[in-house]
């Protein structure tokens, strides 16, 4: 990638023009140091917690004394937004050629989901226990989703299943409409079979359904996101088809397998994704990122910052920090930091070089 073809995409990062890239994100980093050079946030905010993940990540590297290289890069926070390899997104379109996959704003905390304590690790650590506490073989034997019909892949599913009560408990959820079909995350894990399907894009809910030790079901979906480009198709998940034609069939062969084997698949892939996103494992799989990044697509030196126009992190922390509200004196209040471990002794090694973007 060239510096000129850099320049007139993410150069042009919410300049209003047709082509540009809007809701995202354009960020330096400068001999170990963050700058936002130009921004445009989404409501919730997605651009700011994944800014505040990546000065986490350098927080940890420069603690262990690991250097990282001057990168700048775009990223986008808008649903299915970016698929260029030029930037950074939260999902890209399967076997193409797209974004380098950044983790997904909720990895830091999504009120939507749990109210305002949801912190990610809080929610990780009981997703993660509760399933082990619930053996597979006692699991409702039937495939569940609940969500909103963001999708043509949702609407068909409900369409299909919705007054299947045998084999199936798929039913549309939402607040004012559907709040009687509730169930929680909690709830979900308590079925041998999940249902993914996605919305306008990627479905942040995975992250959630892969700690349970259930066994994910999906269609052929879309999108990816980091997740998704890591796991193993009909082994670590099954895909029923483009629009579920095959969904039935594949539960029955799975009831019919041996269940012993399959909770230890479901089990392992769990305590595998329980290691990967936690707070070290999620810093080495952005720091992994960054050198993809250098190595791999940017072709140009980094530009020393103009703190002038170009904010140092320094001056934006406390925005980048997920809050519930403001001070009397209109200083955010931010919510507790809850991790396994802290600087400067994280560490480790994600082995995320398969989940940089393709070339």
């Known amino acids: 990638m060239l510096q000129a073809d850099f320049n007139n995409t993410v150069g042009r990062c919410n300049d209003g023009q047709p082509g540009a890239m809007n809701q995202c994100f354009w960020v330096k980093i400068y001999y170990g140091k963050l700058y936002i050079v130009r921004a445009v946030d989404s409501p919730e905010p997605r651009g700011r917690l994944f800014i505040y993940m990546l000065q986490r ?3 940890v590297m420069n603690g262990l004394g690991v250097s990282i290289p001057n990168v700048e890069f775009g990223f986008y926070v808008a649903d299915s937004g970016g698929g260029n390899f030029m930037t950074w997104d939260h999902d890209r ?3 193409k050629s797209g974004s380098f996959l950044l983790p997904d704003w909720a990895f830091v ?16 650590h009981t997703m993660y226990h509760l399933g082990k506490s619930l053996p597979y073989e006692k699991r409702v034997n039937k495939f569940v989703f609940r969500g909103v019909n963001s999708s043509q892949a949702r609407v068909d599913l409900i369409d299909k299943y919705n007054n299947d009560e045998v084999i199936a408990d798929v039913k549309y959820f939402e607040w004012a409409t559907h709040a009687h079909t509730y169930l929680s995350v909690e709830d ?8 993914y399907a996605e919305g306008f894009g990627f479905s942040a809910r995975l992250k959630y359904l892969l700690l349970c030790g259930s066994t994910i079901l999906t269609h052929n979906f879309r999108y990816e996101d980091m997740s998704l480009a890591a796991l193993r198709p009909n082994e670590d998940y099954y895909e029923t088809g483009e629009r579920w034609e095959n969904l039935t069939e594949v539960y029955h062969r799975l009831e019919a397998q041996d269940q012993v084997k399959a909770a230890a698949q479901a089990r392992a892939l769990a ?7 936690s707070e070290r494992g999620l810093a080495c799989y952005i720091e992994e990122l960054l050198w993809q990044w250098y190595d791999n697509a940017q072709t140009w030196k980094v530009a020393a910052p103009n703190e002038s126009v170009e904010i140092p992190m320094d001056s934006m922390y406390r925005m980048a920090v997920p809050y519930v509200g403001k001070n009397q004196d209109g200083s955010p209040v931010c919510l507790p930091v809850h991790t396994d471990c802290q600087p400067p002794v994280w560490g480790g090694a994600a082995g995320a070089a398969a989940m940089a973007g393709k070339t």
Not at 113 to 123: E, M, V
Not at 188 to 195: A, V
């Open 57 to 59: 990540t350098l927080d």
């Open 93 to 95: 379109i399967v076997d």
């Open 109 to 124: 905390d999504w009120i939507f989901i749990r109210g305002k304590n949801s912190t990610w690790h809080r929610l990780r």
């Open 188 to 195: 979900l894990c308590k079925y041998k079979y999940i249902i």
């Open 271 to 277: 305590d595998s994704y329980y290691d990967f996103t």
